[in-house]
């Protein structure tokens, strides 16, 4: 579903974000990336969103070549890919509803569409009755369940989430987690930047760790940190 | 459907939103349109006078009285006859001495002082007035007149003033032209300055729109809509401003009959559209000139997403 092969990214100004990075996931898996700050997980999510270019190498998204990607075509792939943020990234002007209804408007869907749509999708991340609220009227753990449910609302075959945690308390934290599970389980593609330890260790998915830039580990069922050692 | 009303609703409001910018916004429009077209206006009300004064007599030649300095009788009649045969002269008649008396009289009908001045009615001389075909041949006919020195006694014409109004307003009306263009960049670049704030002000929204998978002209319309509104409201005002000008210039001025004040509404109608045109077109071409330094960069993404995540 995702492929990396030999991916660097070099800021401007010489920092060297992702060095030589070569993946594989297939659908359907759930894959954290894991390090400490500034090794490089936020870099490698924007790269395949196609947010930064890639410095050197290819990245194939849901079996494109997103780096020759013209860009034109990088809403549409965008709109296969959905994102989840730590700071939620939702439209302060707009309610709940119209928030989630956003990401179908892009997409041309007419309205008698959007409207069930988007009830079906609050219902399922138990805001149905907040739908006329706006953002800044919600707790964070809401905020990211309406950021979740955007990103989710189009059925997209991948997700995306870089620190969708990361604002939020261990109790907030594990309701948002049993979300993505859930959305995990329909069989969607999730790839989840993280640096909590709590959470990798209780999901026991797929770990891939970045040191400076570079994959030093890469384990089916991992912990956060080293378990070939413990072993 | 749904998708027009959306477009309008968030222009509508980010206008609301930025309020004063776009209150900037449009009085610059307004400002730089109203003079544009100011000019426009007093270079049309120049070019109505010199059309007025253009009928009529230009040139006025003043005899010598028959039967006097040697002047036969009919001589006058028989220049007449001479100068109406001349190619640039459209029309000329004799005005008699007993006519010119009878204009003096109607001249100065409230003006006892100058009609008891004149005690002689015979001293006003006969002459002839002339029209010409073009007011640029006045010279030709003066010296022609002044060739007929036994008869003619001075040559009068009211030409060079009117060429100098000509030529004065060429002058205005290349430097209203002028004004016009420079009034018009400035408009568009301010609208230009305008959208660039607007989109700053709204960078996350826009960010956040990109990444949700919003094409550049889903975010690039409503920001166009919004300078568009701009352009035409501030073009509107400025129309309406010049135009509420001109019709009290219009009745201020019936009292002075020298001068033609009022321009035609057909006239204001025309070139009201026109700057109303020119006004959508700057609030479009500032818009995009405002967003293409927003949705461009290096990867031709758009603005990046705000960092510290
Ligand atoms: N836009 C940027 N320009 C320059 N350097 C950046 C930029 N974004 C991140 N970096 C640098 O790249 C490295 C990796 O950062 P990041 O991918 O954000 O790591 P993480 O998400 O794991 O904390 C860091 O050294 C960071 O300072
Ligand atoms: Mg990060």
Wanted: with cysteine; aromatic share 8%; net charge neutral.
């Amino acid at each position: 579903m995702i492929r990396l092969e030999n991916v660097t990214k070099v800021y401007e100004g010489g920092t060297v974000a992702v060095n030589d990075v070569s993946l594989d996931i297939q659908k359907g898996e759930f894959v954290f990336l894991v390090g400490a700050s500034g090794s490089g997980k936020s870099t490698l999510i924007r790269l395949m969103l196609r947010d930064e270019p890639v410095t050197r190498g290819r990245i194939w998204v849901a079996g494109k070549d997103i780096t020759r990607l013209p860009k034109w075509k990088i809403p549409y792939l965008r709109r296969s890919v959905g994102t989840v943020f730590q700071d939620y990234k939702l439209l302060p002007n707009k309610t709940v509803a119209e928030n989630v209804a956003f990401a179908l408007e892009v997409l041309g869907r007419p309205s008698s569409v959007i409207g069930p749509q988007v009830g079906q999708i609050l219902e399922l991340v138990g805001l149905a009755d907040k739908a006329g609220r706006y953002p800044r009227q919600l707790s964070g753990g809401e905020q990211q369940r309406v950021s979740v449910a955007r990103a989710f609302v189009n059925r997209p075959p991948i997700m995306l989430c870089d620190e969708p945690t990361g604002n939020l308390d261990p109790k907030t934290s594990v309701e948002i987690m049993r979300l993505l599970d859930r959305i995990n389980r329909t069989g969607t593609t999730i790839v989840m930047a993280t640096h909590d330890h709590a959470i990798v260790d209780a999901m026991k998915r797929r770990v891939v760790a970045l040191e400076n830039g570079r994959v030093v580990r890469d384990e089916v069922a991992g912990r956060y940190e080293r378990t070939a050692e413990e072993e | 459907m749904s998708r027009i009303v959306y477009l309008i609703r968030e222009a509508l409001s980010s206008l609301r939103r930025n309020v004063l910018i776009v209150i900037g916004a449009v009085l610059a429009v307004f400002i730089s349109l109203a003079l544009a077209f100011g000019a426009l206006v007093v270079n049309e009300l120049l070019g109505l006078n010199i059309a007025a004064w253009q009928d009529g007599t230009h040139v006025v030649a003043f005899l010598y009285d028959e039967g006097q300095n040697n002047v036969p009788v009919g001589a006058h009649e028989s220049l007449l006859q001479e100068v109406l045969e001349w190619d640039e002269v459209e029309n000329a008649r004799l005005v008699s001495k007993a006519e010119a008396w009878i204009e003096f009289q109607r001249i100065f009908e409230n003006d006892q002082q100058m009609l008891d001045a004149l005690r002689d009615p015979t001293v006003l001389p006969a002459s002839i007035r002339i029209e010409l075909q073009d007011i640029r041949f006045h010279e030709t006919t003066r010296f022609r007149l002044e060739q007929q020195q036994q008869v003619v006694r001075q040559v009068n014409t009211a030409a060079e003033s009117i060429e100098q109004l000509q030529n004065l307003s060429q002058v205005l009306r290349t430097l209203g032209l002028g004004l016009a263009v420079v009034l018009g960049v400035a408009a568009v670049v301010l609208i230009a300055n305008t959208i660039q704030l607007a989109i700053y002000a709204r960078r996350e929204e826009v960010a956040i729109m990109k990444l949700v998978g919003a094409s550049n002209w889903y975010i690039r319309v409503p920001f166009l809509l919004e300078g568009l509104i701009e352009g035409v409201v501030g073009a509107a005002l400025a129309v309406f401003a010049v135009w509420v000008a001109s019709d009290n210039l219009a009745k201020a001025g019936q009292s002075l009959e020298l001068f033609k004040l009022d321009i035609s509404n057909q006239w204001f109608f025309r070139w009201g559209l026109l700057v109303l045109l020119f006004g959508a077109i700057a609030g479009v071409v500032g818009s995009l000139l405002g967003l293409s330094r927003y949705l461009r960069d290096a990867d031709g993404t758009g603005p990046d997403i705000p960092k510290g995540f």
